[in-house]
């Protein structure tokens, strides 16, 4: 089974930026949709982004405009553009597919603070 990992997080500034990757142990062109989730301390993780093997995205009212997903089935890997981060957007990010979900990977951590 395809497995996922997260990386590029860390500590930013509010008004930063950082791009986080999602490298898949297989194949994921057969996958129509990939996305970004996330998980604040105390919350349930939560939708950010998806984008379709045809390139069509779409994302959460609380990242658009700001976010940019992407991904490169050649390289196996979807990506997450993350500009004019804000101090509510720290949290653990993950990668998966719409549900049924792949098995989730460790999550990269996202900081925003100042």
């Known amino acids: 089974q395809v497995q996922l990992v997260e990386s590029g997080g860390g500590l930013v500034q509010p008004g930063g930026s950082l791009r986080l990757s999602c490298a898949a142990s297989?194949?994921?062109?057969?996958?129509?949709?990939m996305g970004w989730y996330r998980q604040a301390p105390g919350k349930q993780r939560e939708w950010v982004a998806i984008?379709?093997?045809?390139?069509?995205?779409n994302y959460a009212d609380s990242v658009k405009g700001r976010f940019i997903i992407s991904r490169d089935n050649a390289k196996n890997t979807v990506y997450l553009q993350m500009n004019s981060l804000k101090a509510e957007d720290t949290a653990v990010y993950y990668c998966n597919r719409l549900a049924p979900y792949l098995p989730w990977g460790q999550g990269t951590q996202v900081t925003v603070s100042s």
């Open positions: 297989g194949s994921i062109s057969s996958i129509n949709r």
């Open positions: 984008v379709t093997s045809g390139g069509t995205t």
